[in-house]
C-alpha cells in the first residue's frame, strides 16, 4: 500500500515542478529582416528618435535619426529573451555613447513586433521596431 502512494506523490511532485509560467517571449529562431520604429531613452538629455534596425545572419546595422546621426554595426548573441548586441564601429566622444545598439537587451516579441529594452541605474533605453 505504501508503494502506490509513494509513487502519486513522486508523480504529483513531478507533475508541478514541470510546470512553471515563463512570462518571457521567446525569440523567433531567424530575426532576420529590417525593422524601424521608435527609441527612447530616459537618460539625461533624454532622446526621442526615430531607428532602423537591419539584421542579417548574426550581424546588425543601426541607425537613429537624431541631429549628428548614430549608427552603430557589428555581431549580436541571443540567449532566451536577451540579445547582446557587440558594435564593431568606431565613434568619436562628442555624444552619449548609450545611444548605440551595444549592449545586452531583454528583448519581446509580438508578431511583427520587436521591443528591446536596456535597463541601468539613471537610464532606460528602449526600441519599439516593427518588421518592413
Given amino acids: 500500500m505504501k508503494t502506490p502512494i509513494f509513487f502519486i506523490l513522486l508523480s504529483a511532485t513531478l507533475s508541478f ?13 531567424k530575426l532576420d ?7 527612447t531613452s530616459t537618460s539625461v538629455g533624454a532622446t526621442n528618435a526615430t531607428a532602423k534596425v537591419v539584421i542579417t545572419g548574426k550581424t546588425y546595422e543601426a541607425t537613429l ?7 552603430s554595426r557589428g555581431s549580436y548573441v541571443t540567449s532566451n ?4 548586441f557587440t558594435d564593431s564601429t568606431v565613434h568619436t566622444a562628442n555624444f552619449d555613447w ?12 509580438k508578431g ?5 529594452v536596456k ?3 539613471g537610464y532606460n533605453y528602449t526600441y519599439r521596431l516593427k518588421r518592413q
Fill in 98 to 109: 548609450g545611444l548605440l545598439l551595444n549592449g545586452t537587451y531583454t528583448s519581446t516579441t
Fill in 112 to 116: 511583427d513586433s520587436l521591443i528591446l
Fill in 65 to 71: 535619426n537624431t541631429a549628428f546621426g548614430v549608427s
Fill in 81 to 84: 529573451n536577451q540579445i547582446a
Fill in 119 to 121: 535597463k541601468g541605474t
Fill in 33 to 39: 529582416g529590417t525593422y524601424t520604429g521608435a527609441f
Fill in 17 to 29: 515542478a514541470a510546470c512553471s509560467k515563463n512570462e518571457a517571449t521567446p525569440l523567433p529562431q
